[in-house]
């Protein structure tokens, strides 16, 4: 029988207050004289496909619980540079999803504290991801697996029914999808570049749960058998042999759902989150939602694929907001009663929460699960420090851009003198900054 470990979940003591801390004594404003919650609220979200639509639901199955409570959604679409920018001010609405560019140090600067990582962490899995000293700044709006998106029909028409064990057997599969069907192999979304950043979620399939602490603490990372390495050879080598789209630059991310539906696109590394996306996608332009599925990365160790788990967005609370209390009722709502994370077929938040129905292609096969672990005291932003230093985004895409552009031939070198300018920018880095 397959295995399916979950390792490095914590299962630690609840004490859950209604709004943490000192809120109420803070924000008396947002409760009336009886103790109702209250107060206008400014949500800011990154599924501009549902903010009329699902989310209109969500608030108003909110208010019946919390009347007195009125919110108002605000949908960005360039979410991550957008909302970077906007931390420089304190008008980033109530609530928000916590930009990934914000480092750890950064939580306090801009959030709210919602309880300590003890506190949250019987009740919630990934707490740790958005935390600093002890204390929990945001709460996943859903989990995430990472591997890949697939058309099922266009692999199943190129002869490949079984996930590739290795990267040499996927690039393999990307051949056969070449020559036997009309499908692009393999889309890299190098257009909207965010999507370009979602491979780095399966750092770890190698080298195990501790890699960007090891990484934090090694000079030259872009070297075979570390994790970073496995992963850009491998979009490398898909891109230098022409088993992408013709001209990267024109990717589309929203059209890039419907084609992976129709068959057009067979193939795209995406969190798990990305799955009812494109079955809906598939959907909507006719095809059927049977024909997308999700494989683990492709890399065994001793016969086990390794799947890392962790959350996606974390939802936070502007700590200049002047609701925080009913602020941290709409997260609260969200994450235990909105259902918002079964019906995007996303892990559970919750500790022991089942496999979702969407990857469902994982259970014949022998997998074990695994969360990043997080740094040791001293080192909560060693990791950052050194990427930002290096000018590698490891928290974005402009590398990955400049990798393909190698691959392509639109820009000078080759993957070993670009790995090694990785790994000289790199180890300078570290120096400076760890000394």
Same mark, same amino acid.
Not at 233 to 242: K, P, T
Not at 319 to 322: A, L, P
């Given at each position: 029988?397959?295995?399916k ?8 003591a ?5 709004c943490?801390?000192d809120?109420?004594s803070?924000?008396?404003d947002?409760s009336?004289g009886?103790?109702t919650?209250s107060?206008d ?5 990154? +599924?501009?496909?549902?903010v ?7 608030k108003s199955?909110?208010?019946?619980k919390?009347p007195?409570?009125?919110i108002?959604f605000e ?5 991550e540079?957008?909302v970077s920018?906007r931390l420089n001010t304190e ?7 916590i ?6 140090d950064q939580?306090p600067?801009y959030?709210e504290?919602?309880g300590t990582?003890?506190?949250l962490?019987e ?5 740790q ?8 700044y945001?709460i ?5 697996a990472n ?5 099922k029909?266009?692999?199943?028409e190129a002869?490949?029914?079984?996930p590739?064990?290795s ?16 499908a692009i ?9 965010w ?6 979620g399966n750092m770890?399939?190698?080298t195990?749960?501790e890699v960007?602490i090891?990484m934090?603490?090694m000079d030259e990372?872009w070297t075979e058998?570390?994790?970073i390495h496995?992963?850009d ?10 088993l992408t ?5 024109t990717?589309?991310?929203e059209e890039?759902?419907n084609?992976l539906g129709?068959g ?18 598939a ?5 059927? +939602?049977?024909?997308?599925g999700?494989?683990p990365?492709?890399s065994?160790?001793d016969?086990?694929f ?12 502007n700590?200049?907001?002047?609701h ?6 709409w997260i609260?709502w ?8 079964t019906s995007e077929g996303?892990?559970?938040v919750?500790v022991?929460g089942e496999?979702?129905?969407?990857l ?14 997080p740094?040791p005291?001293g ?6 420090d050194?990427?930002k230093t290096?000018?590698i985004?490891l928290?974005g895409w402009?590398y990955n851009?400049e990798?393909?552009d190698i691959?392509?031939g639109?820009?000078?070198g080759?993957k070993e003198?670009y790995?090694?300018?990785l790994?000289? +920018?790199?180890?300078?880095a570290?120096?400076q900054v760890?000394?």
């Open positions: 029988m397959a295995k470990h979950i390792v490095g979940i914590a299962t630690l609840l004490v859950l207050a209604a943490g801390g809120d109420s803070e924000n008396s947002t009336s009886d103790g919650i107060g609220l400014t949500v800011l979200t990154h +599924r501009t496909d549902i009329d639509t699902v989310l209109e639901d969500y199955r909110f208010q019946e919390y007195d409570v009125d108002t949908a960005i679409t360039e979410y540079g957008d920018i008008e980033y609405g109530d609530v928000l999803m930009p990934a560019a914000v480092t750890r939580l600067e959030f504290p919602l990582v003890e506190e962490g009740k919630y899995r990934f707490v991801e958005q935390s600093y000293q002890g204390d929990v945001g996943s709006i859903t989990g995430n591997g890949y998106v697939f058309n029909r266009v692999w199943e002869g490949i029914t079984e590739p064990a990267p040499e057997e996927f690039i393999d599969a990307l051949r056969a999808i070449e020559e036997n069907t009309d192999p393999y889309y890299t979304n190098y257009g909207d570049g999507p370009l950043g979602q491979i780095r770890g399939v190698l195990g749960s960007e090891d934090a603490h990372p058998g570390q994790d496995l992963i050879s491998l979009v490398y080598d898909i891109v230098a042999e022409g789209e013709d001209d990267p630059t990717t589309n991310w890039s759902k084609l129709t057009e696109i067979a193939t795209m590394f995406l969190g798990s989150w990305a799955v009812t996306q494109m079955q809906d996608a959907e909507n332009v006719g095809a059927s +939602r049977d024909d997308i999700y494989w990365f492709p065994q160790t016969g086990t390794r799947v890392r788990i962790g959350g996606d967005y974390k939802m936070g609370i700590k200049h907001s002047e925080k209390e009913a602020a941290r009722a609260d969200y994450t235990e009663e909105s259902g918002y994370a996303g892990l559970s919750t022991g496999l979702p129905d969407t469902q292609d994982f259970e014949p096969l022998d997998i074990e699960f695994f969360e990043l672990t740094p005291e080192e909560e932003t060693l990791y950052s050194i990427f290096a000018e985004d928290d402009l851009q990798m393909i691959a392509r639109a820009a000078d080759d003198s790995f090694s300018e790994n000289q +920018r790199w180890s300078d570290r120096a760890a000394g």
